[in-house]
């Protein structure tokens, strides 16, 4: 007999992934995580290792995938400009052949699929804070493009399926999340910072520090993804999933510095290249269509991040 519960999660044993599928076990859900460890690690999902209800497949998403599921959650991709960066070329087959497989997966067995899309497809955005009929001002040439042009087009083709082949498609714009199980090295300026702070390290501030990010804890947004993907089959999104509190980078070391009680100093380092300035959800749309909003400040998110990273480092 046909199961109702089947959740395919690429990008699986990832950060957000590995939350998600905790989350999804819970609920009750058959979950099959697929990974190719690029920077995932079979750790992140060490507790569901054996649980009867959750499966671990090693596949590139880049690669056609037939199995038999009722929903799918595409969060395959490096997440962290340094690992996105590192093979720009699979980095873009990733999110542009990753999407067509999983939606070509979806269509023969007619799942429903949520894309963990960005806020880098806003690129340095000219409209603060965004919302989702901006369409973004992106370099398509540069070191973020093979991420932010590769999502965009990710973006592109889960809307053709969607009035092509009639496909339900949830499509979530994500901005900065953090939270327990970020890689230490993986470069995010929560991470860094955090790592520096408790090492007695220099914190590394790119640019002046004045540039804004708005930082959502990971629980929050795991509880945004089982929304979306459980409304009604008119709602294809974009919406953008995020907490609107903006910190400056400055800020945000002067947080972590005093939560983590450390003496590190800042010192400050060239801005990469095409770095944006400024970045904000509007999520009225998330708060109309999921009856949802953040919940965790960052100082709470960030005194749960820090006790991840004192136990681990
Ligand atoms: P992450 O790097 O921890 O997770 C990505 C996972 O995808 C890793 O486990 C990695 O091994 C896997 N992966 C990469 N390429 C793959 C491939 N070709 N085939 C199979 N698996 C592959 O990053 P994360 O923060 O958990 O991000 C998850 C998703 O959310 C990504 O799609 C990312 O673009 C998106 N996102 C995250 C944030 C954020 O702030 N964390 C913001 C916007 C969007
Ligand atoms: N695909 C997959 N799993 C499936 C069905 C399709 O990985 O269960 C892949 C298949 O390899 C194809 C892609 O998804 O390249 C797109 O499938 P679609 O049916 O849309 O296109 P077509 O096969 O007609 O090119
Ligand atoms: N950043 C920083 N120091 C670091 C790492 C990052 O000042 O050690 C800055 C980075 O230049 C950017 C912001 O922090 O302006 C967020 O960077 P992250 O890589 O976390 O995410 P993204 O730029 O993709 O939002």
């Avoid at 989702?132 to 973020?144: A, C, F, S, T």
Wanted: proline share 6%.
């Amino acid at each position: 007999m046909r199961q109702s519960n089947r959740a395919l999660v690429t990008g699986g044993a990832g950060f957000l992934g590995s939350h998600l599928c905790e989350r999804l076990v819970k609920d009750g859900c058959d979950v099959l995580c697929v990974d190719n460890y690029f920077t995932g690690r079979r750790t992140n999902v060490e507790k569901l290792l054996g649980h009867p209800r959750f499966e671990i497949m090693r596949h590139d998403v880049t690669f056609p995938l037939y199995v038999e599921v009722d929903q799918i959650y595409n969060l395959a991709c490096p997440a962290s400009p340094v690992h996105y960066q590192f093979d720009p070329v699979q980095t873009t087959k990733t999110s542009v052949h990753g999407a067509i497989n999983m939606l070509g997966l979806a269509k023969r067995v007619r799942a429903t699929i949520f894309q963990a899309s960005t806020s880098e497809v806003y690129g340095d955005p000219e409209v603060h804070p965004q919302s989702e009929e901006y369409w973004g001002r992106v370099n398509p040439i540069g070191l973020r493009a093979c991420y932010d042009e590769g999502k965009r087009c990710a973006e592109t083709l889960f809307f053709d399926y969607h009035r092509q082949h009639r496909l339900q498609i949830k499509v979530g714009r994500i901005f900065n999340t953090y939270g327990p199980r970020m890689h230490p090295n993986d470069g995010r300026v929560v991470s860094n910072f955090i790592v520096q702070a408790l090492r007695g390290d220099d914190i590394t501030i790119y640019g002046e520090g004045t540039q804004t990010r708005s930082f959502c804890y990971v629980d929050d947004m795991i509880e945004a993804f089982v929304r979306l993907m459980n409304t009604d089959p008119s709602v294809t999104g974009p919406i953008n999933l995020g907490n609107p509190a903006e910190f400056t980078m400055i800020q945000l070391a002067e947080m972590v510095l005093r939560l983590t009680k450390s003496s590190s100093k800042l010192i400050f380092r060239p801005l990469p290249s095409d770095d944006p300035k400024q970045r904000q959800p509007n999520i009225s749309k998330a708060k109309e269509i999921l009856g949802w909003e953040p919940k965790v400040s960052l100082e709470d998110g960030l005194k749960e991040t820090i006790a991840y990273f004192k136990a681990t480092l």
